[in-house]
C-alpha cells in the first residue's frame, strides 16, 4: 500500500457518520536508522473536514505567519481527529470504515 492510496479517502465512523477526509498520516519506526531492520509502520491517520491549512504548515500549531490565518487554520485543526490504524475495520479505497464509533460519541481523543 502506498501514502497516496490512503490521502484523500473518506472516513466513516461504524455508525456510517462521515468524519472527514484522511489529510495526514502517523508512522512509528521500528528498529535502527540505517539498518536491514528499519521500518516504518503506519499508526494512524488524521482524518478532518478541511486540509488547507494543513497543508500550507498550519497542522502542528508550530507555523508562525499573519495572525488571521494562524487563528482560523488553528481552530480548524481542533476538529480534526487521529485514528489509530488498529481501529480500521475495512479500507476499499476510497472508502475508510472504522470499527469505532465517532469520537462524539465515544469520547475518542484527537
Known amino acids: 500500500m502506498r501514502a497516496s492510496d490512503l490521502i484523500g479517502c473518506d472516513v466513516y465512523d461504524a455508525d456510517g457518520a462521515h468524519l472527514g ?3 495526514d498520516l502517523r508512522f512509528e519506526a521500528d528498529g535502527r536508522p540505517g539498518t536491514a531492520a528499519w521500518r516504518c509502520r503506519l ?3 488524521v ?6 491549512g494543513h ?3 498550519y497542522g502542528t500549531g508550530d507555523m508562525r505567519g499573519p495572525w488571521p490565518l494562524s ?3 488553528t481552530h480548524r485543526r481542533q ?4 485514528i ?9 479505497r476510497p472508502r475508510i470504515t472504522l470499527s469505532t464509533r465517532s469520537r462524539q460519541q465515544s469520547g475518542s481523543k484527537r
Open 84 to 92: 489509530a490504524w488498529s481501529d480500521v475495520a475495512h479500507f476499499d
Open 47 to 52: 482524518c478532518g473536514r478541511t486540509a488547507i
Open 43 to 45: 499508526t494512524a491517520v
Open 79 to 82: 476538529r480534526c481527529q487521529e
Open 55 to 57: 497543508r500550507l504548515g
Open 21 to 23: 477526509k484522511v489529510h
Open 71 to 73: 487563528v482560523v487554520f
